[in-house]
């Protein structure tokens, strides 16, 4: 009996579709995991990214306003403090070069904290009253006009202020403050002094100078020269009146020395970059005090008195890097609003 061979179609086929099945799980799950790693690295930059920016934007404007530049006494000044007097002394006292020199408003700080804090050993204080008083001359409302004028002009005033009423208040009281401590001082200079009479001329040509020191010393008056070489239009203007030689700025000290009749080399100011010259018209060791002779000895006095003061109060001050620049930004805005106002009033209406 003939063997009956099976069909090839009866034959059990080869296992490829469950190897293939594994190999497209395989697959599947190794795309998988790459694919989480892919999420995960992009997850990771994006986290390192918002650091980075959260980075920033604590390293500029967060932290740089907290900054301390200055210590006076128990007082801590930040970068803060000096955006908020260097933007008055731009909008309030026409300074705008503390844009280019931030740090130049510290000085202030300083000299108006340690007069805050030291007129009182003095005897010197400002009443609520004195302060009203100066709020309302600076909006140019007189005593005896209505509170509701003052209030009026004073709000008006604070709308465009880019600091706060208790911040600007402060300024003012302090401003009051010196001129009662000057007053103090003035009190207590005596009757009599030394003083020279001083006739001088500024210029920016040091020849032109030359040339007038030259006439001057061979006998020719001063004022008449001043005149004729242009650095005057009226003889009085080179007339200075009488000086505390003391009081004399330090730039200039050489005049302090001279005699009567004697005329200084020409000076350099170091301040206005111009060129100076002086001559001493008479000279008194013991002569009566003016009032406003008085005033210099004064002011000297109070110059001698609140620089100790700040010496004893004052650390070294500090304003470099992330916070001058965003002190820096700070007032360039508001030198820009300052400068938009001032557009603003002459347009025509």
């Given at each position: ?179 009662k401590v000057i007053e103090a001082f003035k009190a207590t200079v005596p009757a009599t002094g030394p ?155």
């Amino acid at each position: 009996m003939a063997t009956t061979r099976p069909s090839r179609a009866a034959q059990p086929a080869p296992a490829v579709r469950p190897v293939r099945a594994a190999e497209r799980r395989a697959r599947l799950a190794s795309e998988g995991r790459i694919e989480q790693r892919v999420y995960l690295a992009a997850a990771v930059v994006g986290i390192a990214v918002a650091l980075i920016v959260v980075a920033g934007i604590v390293l500029t404007v967060v932290l740089p306003p907290r900054s301390k530049v200055l210590t006076v006494g128990p007082r801590t000044f930040t970068a803060a403090d000096v955006a908020v007097r260097a933007k008055y002394a731009i909008a309030g006292e026409s300074n705008r070069l503390v844009v280019s020199d931030p740090a130049s408003i510290i000085p202030t700080l300083l000299r108006e904290e340690t007069l805050r804090q030291k007129a009182g050993h003095l005897g010197v204080s400002v009443t609520d009253e004195e302060l009203k008083a100066e709020l309302r001359k600076r909006m140019g409302t007189a005593e005896g006009q209505p509170d509701e004028a003052f209030q009026t002009a004073y709000n008006r005033y604070l709308e465009i202020l880019p600091i706060s009423r208790a911040q600007y208040e402060e300024i003012v009281s302090t401003a009051v403050l010196r001129t009662k401590v000057i007053e103090a001082f003035k009190a207590t200079v005596p009757a009599t002094g030394p003083q020279l009479h001083l006739l001088a001329v500024a210029g920016p040509d040091r020849a032109k100078l030359e040339d007038m020191r030259t006439a001057v010393t061979s006998g020719k008056d001063f004022k008449s020269e001043a005149v004729a070489r242009g650095l005057v239009t009226d003889p009085s203007r080179a007339d200075l009146a009488w000086f505390d030689p003391a009081s004399l700025p330090d730039r200039i000290a050489r005049v302090r020395d001279l005699k009567a009749g004697e005329t200084s080399e020409v000076i350099l100011d170091t301040q206005s970059g111009s060129f100076f010259l002086a001559q001493v018209v008479e000279r008194s060791e013991d002569r009566a005090y003016d009032d406003t002779v008085k005033g210099q000895v004064a002011n000297r006095q109070f110059d001698e008195w609140v620089k100790s003061e700040e010496a004893s109060l004052g650390g070294t001050p500090s304003l470099s890097g992330t916070a001058r620049a965003w002190v820096t930004r700070q007032l360039k805005g508001t030198l820009a609003d300052a400068n938009r106002r001032a557009q603003a009033q002459q347009a025509p209406k």
